[in-house]
Nanobody, 123 residues
C-alpha cells in the first residue's frame, strides 16, 4: 500500500508558475498509474494529468500545453509543473495512485489519495 504526501502549493499571480510534488512511501510510484486531480469549491473533482508505468501521459484539455506531469523514480516522487497559471486553476490539488496500464483522468481507477495541497491564482 502506498502513502502519498503533496507539497508545493501556494499563492501566485496569474501567469505565474508552481511545481507540485507528491512524495510516495510504502511502495514505488513506478508500480502504479499516477494522476493529479483538483477540486475547486462547489465543483466536482476533475482529472488534470496522468502518467502510466511506461511514461505515457494524458492531460485535461484545460491544462494541455501549460501543465506537465513527470515522475522521478529514484526519489519516488511525482511532479506537476504548472505554467501560465490562471485564476480558474485555483483549487485543492491531489495526487493519486492506482493499478492499470494506461493514463487515466477518471478518479474511479485510483485507489490511493494524498491529502491535497492548495493552489490559489490571483488575477
Amino acid at each position: 500500500q502506498v502513502q502519498l504526501v503533496e507539497s508545493g502549493g501556494g499563492s501566485v499571480q496569474s501567469g505565474g508558475s508552481l511545481r507540485l510534488s507528491c512524495a510516495a512511501s510504502g511502495d514505488t510510484v513506478s508500480s502504479y498509474r499516477m494522476g493529479w486531480f483538483r477540486q475547486a469549491p462547489g465543483k466536482e473533482r476533475e482529472g488534470v494529468a496522468s502518467i502510466d508505468r511506461y511514461g505515457i501521459t494524458k492531460y485535461a484539455n484545460s491544462v494541455k500545453g501549460r501543465f506537465s506531469i513527470s515522475q522521478d523514480n529514484a526519489k519516488n516522487t511525482l511532479y506537476l509543473q504548472m505554467n501560465s497559471l490562471k485564476p480558474e486553476d485555483t483549487a485543492m490539488y491531489y495526487c493519486a495512485a492506482g493499478g492499470g496500464w494506461y493514463p487515466s483522468l477518471l478518479s474511479g481507477v485510483y485507489n490511493y489519495w494524498g491529502q491535497g495541497t492548495q493552489v490559489t491564482v490571483s488575477s
